[in-house]
């Protein structure tokens, strides 16, 4: 079976054109191909302008630990600067972060159908997942920290501040793990 911008052919004899030329079909694979590049690079971009975008408007429009209510009793927006990984571990270790980052995109991105397949749910938790550590990894090797800002609390309990960086990463991973379950592959069967 074999798969052509999206379609699914069952024929396992080789493409060719009526006059026996197999360029046309060769050359429509390629376009295919290098629009899905672009989509995936569109998409990732725009994640990451978002991700920075906001963190920008949060330093430019608040002093470091203010906090604003969006939902009293909810959610506030409070400019938090995260010196290590989730929820601060890892403090210090700025350069390993970053290299563990780098690490991670070129996996990702090596053996991107492998791990996410050609689902759809798999090409979204790709980008999510490379627009996200993106997004922080700007913030580790421009300012020296991430800027986190979404603020979740009820009464004194607060869930540790994250950005939108975070949240890709989050939403990624889960559409990953939804996937699969819902969706094992043939040859994990």
């Given at each position: 079976?074999?798969?052509?911008?999206?379609?699914?052919?069952?024929?396992?004899?080789?493409?060719?054109?009526?006059?026996?030329?197999?360029?046309?079909?060769?050359?429509?694979?390629?376009?295919?191909?290098?629009?899905?590049?672009?989509?995936?690079?569109?998409?990732?971009?725009?994640?990451?302008?978002?991700?920075?975008?906001?963190?920008?408007l949060?330093?430019?429009?608040?002093?470091?630990?203010?906090?604003?209510?969006?939902?009293?009793?909810?959610?506030?927006?409070?400019?938090?600067?995260?010196r290590?990984?989730?929820?601060?571990?890892?403090?210090?270790?700025?350069?390993?972060l970053?290299?563990?980052?780098?690490?991670?995109?070129?996996?990702?991105?090596?053996?991107?159908?492998?791990?996410?397949?050609?689902?759809?749910?798999?090409?979204?938790?790709?980008?999510?997942?490379?627009?996200?550590?993106?997004?922080?990894?700007?913030?580790?090797?421009?300012?020296?920290?991430?800027?986190?800002?979404?603020?979740?609390?009820?009464?004194?309990?607060?869930?540790?501040?994250?950005?939108?960086?975070?949240?890709?990463?989050?939403?990624?991973?889960?559409?990953?793990?939804?996937?699969?379950?819902?969706?094992?592959?043939?040859?994990?069967?």
């Amino acid at each position: 079976m074999s798969v052509v911008c999206g379609a699914e052919s069952n024929s396992r004899q080789p493409s060719t054109a009526p006059d026996g030329n197999r360029r046309p079909k060769y050359l429509l694979s390629v376009i295919c191909y290098l629009l899905s590049i672009i989509c995936y690079l569109l998409s990732i971009i725009s994640l990451v302008i978002l991700d920075q975008a906001t963190k920008c408007l949060i330093r430019r429009h608040f002093a470091l630990h203010e906090s604003r209510p969006v939902i009293r009793g909810f959610f506030s927006l409070t400019y938090v600067r995260n010196r290590g990984a989730a929820w601060g571990i890892l403090a210090g270790w700025r350069i390993a972060l970053v290299a563990l980052a780098a690490v991670m995109l070129f996996v990702l991105a090596r053996y991107r159908e492998k791990i996410f397949g050609s689902r759809a749910i798999g090409r979204v938790s790709f980008i999510l997942l490379v627009a996200g550590i993106i997004g922080n990894v700007i913030d580790r090797v421009w300012l020296g920290y991430v800027v986190d800002f979404l603020d979740f609390y009820i009464g004194a309990s607060h869930f540790p501040a994250f950005n939108v960086a975070d949240s890709c990463i989050c939403v990624g991973v889960g559409l990953y793990m939804l996937a699969s379950f819902v969706f094992p592959r043939q040859e994990d069967r």
